[in-house]
């Protein structure tokens, strides 16, 4: 994987990710520093993970950190000349810690690091937050099958 810098938000997502709505769970990718990225969610009702509370439901918030990822590793792929971005599945997710579900309206910002990639796994880090508060953070292996 290529090193690569960007400070101008990509809001075309739908170029760098393989999901659709209703189950799309990023708006923008804001930021890539390194083997670092930074998304955005507003959290809307008409989100496939969100309950009868208003708020999204666990499953959703990791969906949306493996998304974060997908966005990342599909920037990186579109850089390196690829058409289409990636399609990847989640083999393992690992200290899964939820402070607070998020509720409609809430902007989580969710920083993604990017760990070795090995035989097609990748370790990534993910930390979503809802401004100075950390609401989720897990380490997930990423599995992207060869062509």
Do not use: W
């Not at 809307?44 to 990342?72: L, N």
């Not at 939820?98 to 993604?112: Q, Y």
């Amino acid at each position: 994987m290529t090193c690569m810098t960007t400070s101008r938000a990509i809001s075309s997502i739908e170029k760098l990710i393989p999901q659709r709505s209703p189950i799309m769970m990023v708006d923008e990718l804001l930021r890539v520093d390194g083997y670092e990225c930074t998304c955005r969610l507003t959290v809307r009702d008409d989100i496939f993970f969100i309950e009868e509370d208003g708020r999204m439901a666990e499953p959703g918030v990791i969906e949306h950190i493996a998304q974060s990822a997908s966005a990342f590793a599909g920037y990186m792929a579109i850089a390196e000349g690829a058409v289409e971005p990636p399609v990847g599945y989640i083999g393992e997710v690992r200290n899964f810690r939820l402070f607070n579900r998020p509720r409609i309206g809430d902007v989580l910002t969710t920083v993604i690091s990017m760990g070795p990639t090995v035989a097609g796994v990748t370790i990534i880090n993910g930390v979503v937050s809802v401004g100075d508060e950390k609401i989720a953070e897990t380490q997930m292996k990423i599995f992207v099958p060869e062509d």
